[in-house]
Nanobody, 113 residues
Framework: EVQLVQSEGGLVQPGGSLRLSCTASGFDFETAAMGWVRQAPGKGLEWIASIFRFVPNTNYEDSVKGRFTISRDNDKNTVYLQMVSLKPEDTAVYYC??????WGQGTQVTVSS
């Protein structure tokens, strides 16, 4: 079956950086659109980034544009989310997904002093 296994998160200071990874199996990763969605405490799901079959084709939600970078390594079946200049409002559970139909287990990222 489709599996998306995410790296662990943790506590990061404001202005800090963190890279999340999501390793996929059970489908043709190379042709799949991948993305990241997050859920902040007390709030709903928020799409933040996606990357399509061709690497230059990426999209970002405005609040993370210029700070977050989504990338993929097809040889490793892995999609990444590089986060820099983190803000307290970035605190959330981050989910990797395939085209919106399959989800990783979630990674808690807390941005706080």
């Amino acid at each position: 079956e489709v599996q998306l296994v995410q790296s662990e998160g943790g506590l990061v200071q404001p202005g800090g950086s963190l890279r999340l990874s999501c390793t996929a199996s059970g489908f043709d990763f190379e042709t799949a659109a991948m993305g990241w969605v997050r859920q902040a405490p007390g709030k709903g799901l928020e799409w933040i980034a996606s990357i399509f079959r061709f690497v230059p084709n990426t999209n970002y939600e405005d609040s993370v544009k210029g700070r977050f970078t989504i990338s993929r390594d097809n040889d490793k079946n892995t999609v990444y989310l590089q986060m820099v200049s983190l803000k307290p409002e970035d605190t959330a559970v981050y989910y990797c997904n395939r085209g919106g139909d399959s989800w990783g287990q979630g990674t808690q990222v807390t941005v706080s002093s």
